[in-house]
């Protein structure tokens, strides 16, 4: 639970964790995890195994971080072609800044403490 859950007042001091305008309507994080719709983004990757697709999102588990490139379980070339939105760590709350890391032939921007065994939630260009 972040100190933003513990004190509501304080959540206009804080940068948004996500831009509500390009994530599905129904996302939101509650205790800190990214929850789309009903469905909390961790236990379905625990549950379905990684890469998962859930309302239009990939979900996807790091593998490692080394040297500014993050590896993941998998990826789909097919739903990442166009490119990404967004991308967020959905099984925790980073307080780290932002900063860019390849990704196969892309950059994308993450909080800077990423870290092999998150979770990923991807939004793809349409």
Same mark, same amino acid.
């Given at each position: ?53 859930? %309302? ?8 490692? !971080?080394? /040297? &500014?490139? =993050? ?5 789909? @070339? ?25 990704? %196969? ?8 403490? !990423?870290? /092999? &065994?998150? =979770? ?5 260009? @349409?």
């Amino acid at each position: 639970m972040s100190i933003f859950e513990l004190l509501p007042s304080l959540k206009a001091a804080c940068r948004p964790r996500f831009d509500s305008a390009i994530w599905p309507p129904d996302t939101h994080f509650h205790l800190g995890r990214l929850v789309i719709g009903t469905t909390v983004v961790e236990d379905l990757a625990d549950c379905c195994g990684t890469p998962t697709v859930l %309302g239009g999102v990939l979900v996807t588990r790091v593998r490692s !971080v080394l /040297a &500014g490139i =993050v590896r993941v379980d998998g990826q789909s @070339s097919r739903m990442l072609a166009p490119g990404i939105l967004g991308a967020e760590i959905a099984n925790r709350h980073s307080v780290a800044s932002r900063e860019y890391f390849a990704f %196969g032939d892309r950059k994308i921007e993450l909080p800077s403490d !990423v870290r /092999a &065994g998150d =979770v990923l939630a991807l939004l793809p260009k @349409s």
